[in-house]
């Protein structure tokens, strides 16, 4: 009985293609996450050297 249950479990491949597409989804979300998370440093960067010479502009100084 458990036998042929798990038998029937081993030899069903219905639903394989969408955990396919599952794994792949996931395996996008995972490197999209990893490129935002490399660019965000970058953008934070460049803000604030945008925002540090803002300030010095407005004390008067003039950027070099």
Avoid: C, W
Avoid at 14 to 31: C, F, K, P, S, W
Avoid at 44 to 61: F, P, R
């Amino acid at each position: 009985m458990f036998t042929q249950k798990a038998m029937r479990l081993a030899t069903d491949d219905r639903g394989a293609t969408a955990m396919e597409y599952g794994l792949l989804a996931m395996l996008i979300g995972v490197a999209l996450a990893g490129i935002m998370f490399s660019l965000g440093e970058g953008v934070e960067t460049q803000y604030d050297t945008v925002n540090t010479e803002y300030a010095e502009a407005a004390n008067g100084h003039t950027p070099e």
